[in-house]
């Protein structure tokens, strides 16, 4: 298995962004993820660091054999905290498994949107991103790279329950799809809070862009299934192909009232997002979420021509502070981060002229 | 006496916004007023409105008998809300004069920025208005304008006073000088305050851009003498002569620095409103007054090269409510007013490009 260049990786977008896909106005992104656990090995719960490595060795080894996968392992024990960032912001590895102590890493394959995390709650977390909605064909991609690696490292599953894991809400299929949706206009117009309750009764999870306690920064909603156990893929396939289109709905219908009824706020808003982050010499992270949520709207409807899809979605991700250090290859304080950031959409905004 | 288009008036910028005259980055306007009162009749705090009718048409027809002058006499008795709101934007007239309900008026020479009130607190109220700081040349021109009306309507005089007027404050020199300017970086570094208080001591008034009461919108200063009792004309102008410089110089040396401590912080504040006023599509008056203070301070340390500063200045007044509505020829509401000014910011800084 290739070394993988986070530094060459950190000048390219991200395939999961690039707006294709069906409705990738509003669902920015699919993810199918798989939780399995290597037979006969400690689960992390009860493993010692010494299982811990043993296991990584072995995953790493194995899933270097699938050669079709075009897997890069990257090990993360001793990474540098950049580029450990840099992998969160880039939804290949959770926050939990940047910050753990013990030996662990994760097999990537980005142009195919494939990461495999090594030693996360899970002995293996494989995980297949898509740009826009897309769940069969998510699902589907990660059963594919399940069953390669399966057929290498056999894996823990009991007939009456499925597929064991280290936490009982994974039990079962140890499938779990979400959705990334941007619902700007359903939070403009104090709609969200009704669509959340609705999910939550279905037992499904609403996190922001980062993963669980963050808050929905950029009006970015990631909404996953809960409930592995007792239900076929096929089932959570489907009952989610039948509830995502309802938000999507929704948020569509806002816009159009929206636009109706006061054209002029929603110019303003977009408009000025693009003002500030056109002109802007230092901006923090949150205030260019907000910022960028407004103008992906305003491309979205068709307010603001001149501007790619793919390039807003793209810069969510490369103004973070994780692409920023990386891209100038040091670590830079708050302050230089600001004014790094404001230098890089400014420069990206100018292109489009 | 021809009659004034105010319509017409409406169309061109300010001459004493030209930016033209020393210090104008700094120091504005200069404005020279003169309290008189008609010899033999009742003042403002006793007379009738019958006494106040005969003061109006004395004045207006002694005015007018003063071809040179070339003062056109506007009555305000009648005039509709907009004309009063515009001629008080110009700074033509006074708040008190445009909703006072009496008989009144104003003779106006905007080209050389002269304007006479009648029967505002005093039977008149010369005014002259110049760009930048010329104290010296307003005050002359001020009395110029004042000779050539004693001569044909004579003032109250007691040789131990002065000039009497209504108001105790104004006997003697009848004189007020007053320097409009702008403060911006005084007020960001909190240094504004100190300034007051120095002032306040020697008997200075401190006012907003629009009169008594109004807060600094804009970072805009009005400062005037207070004492026009017990010191001569020349008095009153060596003394402002010094002590405005004064200020002036430590507003340039906040500037410097900011610029080198802090660089990133004014460039971003600069180019932040720039790109705000460049692209909203609805803003109200005060915000209009933040961001264009923000972009003066830009265009006058050089960060800002496209943009006249006479540009910016005029937009300071064209974008106040009086103006828009003689522009669209209508009264417009909160909300239109918002969307007009908007509109009409972003065609002006657009023209710069």
Same mark, same amino acid.
């Given at each position: 298995?290739?070394?993988?260049?986070?530094?060459?990786?950190?000048?390219?977008?991200?395939?999961?962004?690039?707006?294709?896909?069906?409705?990738?106005?509003?669902?920015?992104?699919?993810?199918?993820?798989?939780?399995?656990?290597?037979?006969?090995?400690?689960?992390?719960?009860?493993?010692?660091?010494?299982?811990?490595?043993?296991?990584?060795?072995?995953?790493?080894?194995?899933?270097?054999?699938?050669?079709?996968?075009?897997?890069?392992?990257?090990?993360?024990?001793?990474?540098?905290?950049?580029?450990?960032?840099?992998?969160?912001?880039?939804?290949?590895?959770?926050?939990?498994?940047?910050?753990?102590?013990?030996?662990?890493?994760?097999?990537?394959?980005?142009?195919?949107?494939?990461?495999?995390?090594?030693?996360?709650?899970?002995?293996?977390?494989?995980?297949?991103?898509?740009?826009?909605?897309?769940?069969?064909?998510?699902?589907?991609?990660?059963?594919?790279?399940?069953?390669?690696?399966?057929?290498?490292?056999?894996?823990?599953?009991?007939?009456?329950?499925?597929?064991?894991?280290?936490?009982?809400?994974?039990?079962?299929?140890?499938?779990?799809?979400?959705? &990334?949706? *941007? /619902?700007?206009?359903?939070?403009?117009?104090?709609?969200?809070?009704?669509?959340? +309750? @609705?999910?939550?009764? !279905?037992?499904?999870?609403?996190?922001?862009?980062?993963?669980?306690?963050?808050?929905?920064?950029?009006?970015?909603?990631?909404?996953?299934?809960?409930?592995?156990?007792?239900?076929?893929?096929?089932?959570?396939?489907?009952?989610?192909?039948?509830?995502?289109?309802?938000?999507?709905?929704?948020?569509?219908?806002?816009?159009?009232?929206?636009?109706?009824?006061?054209?002029?706020?929603?110019?303003?808003?977009?408009?000025?997002?693009?003002?500030?982050?056109?002109?802007?010499?230092?901006?923090?992270?949150?205030?260019? &979420?907000? *910022? /960028?949520?407004?103008?992906?709207?305003?491309?979205?409807?068709?307010?603001?021509? +001149? @501007?790619?899809?793919? !390039?807003?979605?793209?810069?969510?991700?490369?103004?973070?502070?994780?692409?920023?250090?990386?891209?100038?290859?040091?670590?830079?304080?708050?302050?230089?981060?600001?004014?790094?950031?404001?230098?890089?959409?400014?420069?990206?905004?100018?292109?489009?002229?």
């Amino acid at each position: 298995m290739d070394e993988v260049n986070l530094d060459e990786l950190a000048t390219k977008p991200n395939t999961w962004l690039d707006a294709s896909g069906p409705e990738a106005d509003i669902v920015v992104s699919t993810r199918a993820r798989l939780a399995r656990n290597a037979a006969g090995h400690r689960f992390s719960t009860k493993a010692t660091h010494k299982d811990k490595a043993e296991i990584e060795t072995l995953a790493s080894q194995k899933i270097s054999e699938l050669q079709d996968l075009n897997l890069h392992y990257v090990p993360l024990k001793e990474a540098p905290a950049t580029d450990k960032l840099f992998l969160v912001e880039r939804h290949l590895i959770s926050k939990e498994h940047a910050n753990a102590d013990w030996p662990r890493g994760v097999a990537i394959a980005p142009e195919s949107g494939i990461s495999v995390m090594v030693n996360e709650e899970d002995h293996l977390r494989i995980q297949v991103l898509r740009s826009g909605f897309r769940l069969g064909e998510a699902e589907e991609a990660v059963y594919r790279v399940e069953d390669a690696i399966a057929k290498v490292l056999p894996f823990c599953f009991r007939p009456q329950f499925g597929y064991l894991t280290a936490c009982p809400t994974n039990v079962g299929t140890g499938l779990r799809l979400s959705v &990334l949706l *941007h /619902l700007p206009v359903l939070a403009m117009l104090n709609q969200i809070d009704q669509v959340f +309750r @609705v999910l939550s009764r !279905l037992s499904y999870i609403v996190r922001g862009l980062y993963g669980e306690g963050t808050r929905a920064s950029g009006d970015f909603y990631q909404i996953s299934n809960h409930v592995t156990l007792g239900k076929s893929e096929q089932q959570t396939v489907a009952e989610m192909e039948k509830l995502i289109p309802q938000i999507v709905k929704f948020e569509r219908e806002c816009r159009v009232k929206l636009i109706s009824e006061n054209r002029t706020r929603l110019e303003d808003r977009v408009w000025r997002a693009f003002g500030i982050l056109s002109n802007a010499r230092a901006i923090n992270s949150e205030e260019t &979420l907000e *910022h /960028l949520s407004a103008v992906r709207l305003g491309v979205n409807t068709g307010l603001i021509k +001149r @501007v790619p899809i793919g !390039l807003v979605n793209d810069l969510f991700i490369a103004t973070q502070p994780g692409h920023l250090q990386k891209l100038q290859n040091r670590m830079l304080s708050p302050a230089e981060r600001d004014a790094v950031r404001a230098d890089l959409i400014r420069r990206k905004l100018a292109e489009c002229n």
